[in-house]
């Protein structure tokens, strides 16, 4: 069955620091990877990942997947408290043209000032 | 541009009630469109989408229905709720062909 983990489940960090967040998936048909930030309600749109190895970067958010070992990750540095929200990664898989995704538990990422 | 609306927001029903939440889309033809469920500290649990007005797909067994009666328009129901059947709803839409899906503001539902 086709999954995606997400790590850690929680992490509470002070503004300035820089955080990683890890997303693993195990799939039979890869086509994408996204992520998600979502604060109260709608989860918004952060990146989307195809290709192994291209970081791709939106101010002080970056992200980058490695196809080989299955996995991705989401950085932030320099975390405001602004950044307090759960982040979701999920996967597309290669499925016609459903796009649906299949997500990860989410990592909640509290920023105190 | 394109928006999605749903509605209501909050929502609480007592057990054995129906259901009927609706999203519409505006700005775009023919999307693809879908409704996920958010247990509390969870992720999104896809419930059912569509690819065209009728057609409906569901993903998980539920006490749960959706039609797309419109093409921009979705609809999700139920006869009777259950106490399970609480959650965060949110419907979403695609671009065909497209990998990104974008989401509307969600209900939360409480079945009491």
């Known amino acids: 069955e086709d999954k995606v983990v997400q790590s850690p489940l929680s992490l509470v960090v002070h503004e300035g620091d820089t955080v990683t967040l890890n997303c693993s998936y195990e799939?039979?048909?890869?086509?994408?990877l996204l992520w998600y930030k979502q604060e109260k309600k709608a989860p918004t749109f952060l990146f989307m990942l195809?290709?192994?190895?291209i970081e791709k970067k939106s101010g002080r958010l970056s992200s980058i997947l490695d196809k080989k070992e299955l996995f991705s990750i989401l950085n932030i540095t320099a975390t405001q408290t602004g950044d307090s929200a759960v982040y979701l990664c999920?996967?597309?898989?290669?499925?016609?043209?459903?796009?649906?995704?299949?997500f990860g538990q989410g990592t909640t990422l509290q920023v105190k000032p | 541009s394109q928006t999605i609306h749903q509605w209501p927001a909050t929502l609480v029903q007592p057990v054995g009630s129906p259901l009927s939440l609706e999203c519409t889309v505006e700005?775009?033809?023919?999307?693809?469109l879908y409704w996920y469920r958010q247990a509390a500290g969870r992720g999104l649990q896809l419930l059912f989408y569509s690819i065209g007005i009728g057609q409906i797909s569901s993903e998980v067994p539920q006490n749960l229905s959706a039609s797309r009666p419109q093409d921009r328009q979705f609809i999700l129901s139920s006869k009777k709720l259950l106490l399970s059947d609480s959650g965060f709803y949110l419907c979403?839409?695609?671009?065909?062909?497209?990998?990104?899906?974008?989401f509307g503001q969600g209900t939360r539902l409480t079945v009491v």
């Open positions: 700005g775009t033809s023919n999307p693809n």
């Open positions: 979403a839409w695609s671009v065909v062909g497209a990998a990104e899906a974008f």
């Open positions: 195809t290709s192994s190895g």
């Open positions: 999920a996967y597309v898989p290669l499925s016609g043209n459903t796009g649906k995704l299949i």
């Open positions: 799939v039979t048909n890869f086509r994408s």
